[in-house]
T-cell receptor, first 111, second 108 residues
Framework: EPEVTQTPSHQVTQMGQEVILRCVPI?????FYWYRQILGQKVEFLVS????????KSEIFDDQFSVERPDGSNFTLKIRSTKLEDSAMYFC?????????FGPGTRLTVT | RKEVEQDPGPFNVPEGATVAFNCTYS??????FFWYRQDCRKEPKLLMS???SGNEDGRFTAQLNRASQYISLLIRDSKLSDSATYLC?????????FGAGTRLTVKP
């Protein structure tokens, strides 16, 4: 069964550093998403991406965040200058219609 | 008012019990509705979509009331493996909004 994959599974970085989280969506899906989940809190929508551009973004997705689809398979989330409060699980998801399928997540720890 | 609200629980039930979860949403323009389950430190996994006519998948029944902006999930004959957090999810365009989840523990 096709699945969304994410790398790395765990990333530790120092405050102020840039990080890139990588995702490979399901191959025939057209819509891609990033979410984050701070430990013990709810899943929060960050951004959706369609046809090589952002289609929606939340109030959390400020100028320090960017997304890119650098080739036909990868979908990346870049955080330019990480803050302690960026520590969270980051989930990538993709869908063809309405039902989204999530990757296993990247745990980001900012020290 | 939160965009998607759920009773946080926790719900602790014995095996075989029937349990119901409720969810309300604030945006009447919401288009699609889902229940996801999330195991501890894992990704959300789609449990079922929710349709206006109500839908059933084995032991799980979901209902949607658009007029009341209310969604429900009923689990019959609960199993130990049903222990998880159940997330109510509401979609508006390409923007999915999650409830905080309801924690269920099924005990032997």
């Amino acid at each position: 069964e096709p699945e969304v994959t994410q790398t790395p599974s765990h990333q530790v970085t120092q405050m102020g550093q840039e990080v890139i989280l990588r995702c490979v969506p399901i191959s025939n899906h057209l819509y891609f998403y990033w979410y984050r989940q701070i430990l013990g809190q709810k899943v929060e929508f960050l951004v959706s991406f369609y046809n090589n551009e952002i289609s929606e973004k939340s109030e959390i997705f400020d100028d320090q965040f960017s997304v890119e689809r650098p080739d036909g398979s990868n979908f990346t989330l870049k955080i330019r200058s990480t803050k302690l409060e960026d520590s969270a699980m980051y989930f990538c998801a993709s869908n063809e219609y309405y039902e989204q399928y999530f990757g296993p997540g990247t745990r980001l720890t900012v020290t | 008012r939160k965009e998607v609200e759920q009773d946080p629980g926790p719900f602790n039930v014995p095996e075989g019990a029937t349990v119901a979860f409720n969810c309300t949403y604030s945006n009447s323009a919401s288009q699609s509705f889902f229940w996801y389950r999330q195991d501890c430190r894992k990704e959300p996994k789609l449990l079922m979509s929710v349709y206006s006519s109500g839908n059933e998948d084995g032991r799980f029944t979901a209902q949607l009331n658009r007029a009341s902006q209310y969604i429900s999930l009923l689990i019959r004959d609960s199993k130990l493996s049903d222990s998880a957090t159940y997330l109510c999810v509401v979609n508006r365009g390409n923007d999915m909004r999650f409830g905080a989840g309801t924690r269920l523990t099924v005990k032997p």
